[in-house]
């Protein structure tokens, strides 16, 4: 038998691979199921309001948020792709007021389809980055794939745009509909101000929308997570909600798991959980937030970044590391070792000790061993990483949780750790290479 059979039979054994691969099944599908999305929507949900939220990062986030204002209660999960967006669409019906659905697309040729089926009388705008960059090759391409959602608007709709992107601002100057624009940095109709990280998780800042000003405490960590609230609260300001409200709303928002997630350990020390992705752009913003939390010491373990072609990869790691450099005390790298070597280069060069900056050779839970041992208040721990490289097992056994899964790559996209069947039986052999895995603890 084929080894590539063999390895699927194994996956498939379990509850997430079997839930990938009828996910994969059920997604060949939409061609036939769309025409009756489309007529779903144009005769039961005619009178619905449908809110498409579009962009390279930060569509969940900011899904529900808005979903959480508007009162869209009926918005779970959040698969984002082909039969996912008809699903979800189809869990709304004519008493719903709003429904909010969140659209991506794997590559060119999608958009187009989607926003015919949807008809949105709203689309929301977060960013353009560089996810799926090896399939479109360029940010330019991206932006003219996403920005068929906003062509499609008619003038009576509205396209609620990030100001500080300047893809998404071109992206703005494609279509016919209103534009309400929201921000930190750029001025905008509905802007951030005076943000401040506080030492246990979470930030304070002012929402100030069209000179009114709104003070805010939320749960979320990071600038670049303020751009959620912020298009949430631009679609409120949009359809007339009232705003105190919105705000006590979205105050009560907590982070999506493993996407910025602040965990207090046993130990006392702080654990950031950012470990569901790593496309450069999230890599970037994770450093940044970890160089302003206050903390006796800054600690990083990062588990690869993806979409990153073999032509830009050595300039790439040594900026990479001076990024590192910069940010933390501590750097645990789980790479290949000339990605590790440029990276450790430019963090010495930016005045990190070399001593400090290790490389991870084996499964992400060996890096348990490997943390200063007095772990404790004051410390900060942000475990960031690819999702093949399932990076958030560390984060689990710190948190406490039995781990025995020790693959060294997976490609179980439909969950994180926290809830797949294997992470506490573990595996015999690894589904992938068939080699038998190591269940030490």
């Known amino acids: 038998m084929p080894k590539k059979i063999k390895r ?14 009828s996910k994969t099944l059920v997604n060949s599908l939409y061609p ?18 449908i809110i498409s939220v579009i962009g390279s990062l930060g569509k969940s986030t900011t899904c529900r948020a808005i979903a959480d204002v508007v009162g869209d209660a009926r918005l779970s999960g959040f698969s984002n792709y082909k039969n996912s967006i008809v699903r979800n669409m189809l869990k709304h019906g004519p008493s719903s007021k709003y429904a909010v659905l969140e659209t991506a697309v ?26 799926h ?80 000003s709104y003070p805010m405490t939320t749960p979320l960590l990071g600038r670049h997570t303020l751009y959620a609230p912020l298009a949430a609260l631009a679609v409120a300001w949009s359809e007339g909600l009232d705003l105190n409200a919105s705000c006590s709303i979205l105050q009560q928002q907590r982070p999506l798991e493993a996407r910025m997630e602040s965990v207090t350990l046993p130990s006392g020390a702080l654990l950031v959980r950012d470990d569901y992705k790593a496309t450069r752009e999230s890599v970037w913003r994770a450093l940044e937030t970890l160089a302003d939390l206050p903390a006796r010491r800054r600690i990083l373990v990062l588990g690869g970044v993806s ?66 041992e007095d ?4 410390d900060v721990v942000l475990v960031k990483g690819r999702t093949d490289y399932k990076i958030s097992r560390l984060s689990l056994v710190l948190m406490g949780r039995k781990v025995k899964c020790r693959i060294m790559a997976c490609s179980v996209t439909t969950s994180c750790c926290d809830d797949c069947a294997m992470l506490e039986s573990g595996w015999k052999n690894d589904p992938f290479t068939g080699s038998p895995v190591n269940k030490t603890q």
Request: charged fraction near 25%; proline fraction near 6%; hydrophobic fraction near 40%.
């Open 307 to 372: 979409e990153i072609s073999n032509k830009e990869r050595y300039p790439f790691f040594k900026d990479l590391g001076t990024r590192i450099g910069r940010s933390a005390d501590y750097a645990y790298l789980y790479l290949q070792r000339n990605q590790f070597k440029r990276c450790r280069s430019g963090a010495v060069a930016s005045g990190m000790d070399q001593e400090k900056v290790f490389r991870i050779k084996s499964d992400p839970i060996s890096i348990r061993h490997q943390l200063p």
């Open 106 to 131: 794997g590559g060119p040729g999608y958009m187009a389809g989607y926003a015919s089926m949807l008809d949105p009388d709203i689309v929301a705008v977060t960013s353009i980055a560089s996810e």
């Open 375 to 378: 772990l404790g208040p004051g």
């Open 8 to 21: 699927l039979i194994e996956f498939t054994k379990t509850p997430f691979g079997r839930k990938d691969l």
């Open 32 to 49: 036939a199921t769309r025409p009756f999305a489309a007529l779903y929507r144009r005769t039961v949900l005619r009178r619905v309001k």
């Open 133 to 212: 960059i090896l399939t479109f090759g360029s940010l330019e391409n991206t932006r003219e794939e996403k920005v068929k959602m906003l062509r499609y608007l008619s003038p009576d709709k509205i396209a609620v745009v990030n100001a500080d992107d300047p893809n998404v601002m071109w992206m703005a100057g494609q279509t016919r509909a209103r534009i309400i624009t929201f921000g930190i940095d750029k001025p905008a109709d509905v802007r951030a101000r005076n943000i401040h990280i506080l030492p246990a998780g979470g930030m304070d800042f002012e929402a100030v929308i069209k000179g009114e």
